[in-house]
T-cell receptor, first 116, second 111 residues
Framework: GAVVSQHPSRVICKSGTSVKIECRSL??????MFWYRQFPKQSLMLMAT?????????EQGVEKDKFLINHASLTLSTLTVTSAHPEDSSFYIC????????????FGQGTRLTVV | DAKTTQPPSMDCAEGRAANLPCNHS???????VYWYRQIHSQGPQYIIH???NNETNEMASLIITEDRKSSTLILPHATLRDTAVYYC????????????FGTGTRLTIIP
């Protein structure tokens, strides 16, 4: 299957700082990227959907000013957690899809964020 | 997306076939059935998908009932590395249609 690379895999940051997570599609063009969050022992929860060159669409209850998403190219999307707090500690996962060819979505390996 | 229902957990002996059921009684005619799995602390991995015909690939087989209200994912010869949470998702197959994850089935392969 196609490869989606997410970086970093783990990050620890201080409360009040911002953290950027990158998601890259390595061998295909991702017209659409999805960002998920997963708390321990829970399922993945969709945070937002982004289309290349457009503003992201956020799910209900997700603060767009706190979770900044940029999808400026067909191979890169970034999620920035601004003014992080301990309750933002979670497993963040990106997914990418080329909607023009209706393929399945492929997932990155996830980023474990710990805010101390 | 149609709601899917899966058993919360299952065990299967190593080397045997693992059969994971999924109910999607409200699925619409143009919604596909997708299966993903998530091994602990990793991103989900695509397994297989289908619309109404049975499908097979190198990982698994997907059996969809004729009325499309349920399906079964079959791992023909389960290994310990197949221990994971398996998600069955019904979704439209175009553009930026999102994948919404339920609680899935935690499959444990027993040595």
């Amino acid at each position: 299957g196609a490869v989606v690379s997410q970086h970093p895999s783990r990050v620890i940051c201080k409360s009040g700082t911002s953290v950027k997570i990158e998601c890259r599609s390595l061998d295909f063009q991702a017209t659409t990227m999805f960002w998920y969050r997963q708390f321990p022992k829970q399922s993945l929860m969709l945070m937002a959907t982004s289309n290349e060159g457009s503003k992201a669409t956020y799910e209900q209850g997700v603060e767009k000013d706190k979770f900044l998403i940029n999808h400026a190219s067909l191979t890169l999307s970034t999620l920035t957690v601004t003014s992080a707090h301990p309750e933002d500690s979670s497993f963040y996962i990106c997914s990418a899809r080329d909607g023009r060819v209706n393929t399945e979505a492929f997932f990155g390996q996830g980023t474990r964020l710990t805010v101390v | 997306d149609a709601k899917t229902t899966q058993p919360p957990s299952m065990d299967c002996a190593e080397g045997r076939a693992a059969n994971l059921p999924c109910n999607h009684s409200t699925i619409s005619g143009n919604e596909y059935v997708y299966w993903y799995r998530q091994i602990h602390s990793q991103g989900p991995q695509y397994i297989i998908h289908g619309l109404k015909n049975n499908e097979t690939n190198e990982m698994a087989s997907l059996i969809i009932t004729e009325d499309r209200k349920s399906s079964t994912l079959i791992l023909p010869h389960a290994t310990l590395r197949d221990t994971a949470v398996y998600y069955c998702i019904a979704r439209l197959n175009f553009g930026n249609e999102k994948l919404t994850f339920g609680t899935g089935t935690r499959l444990t392969i027993i040595p």
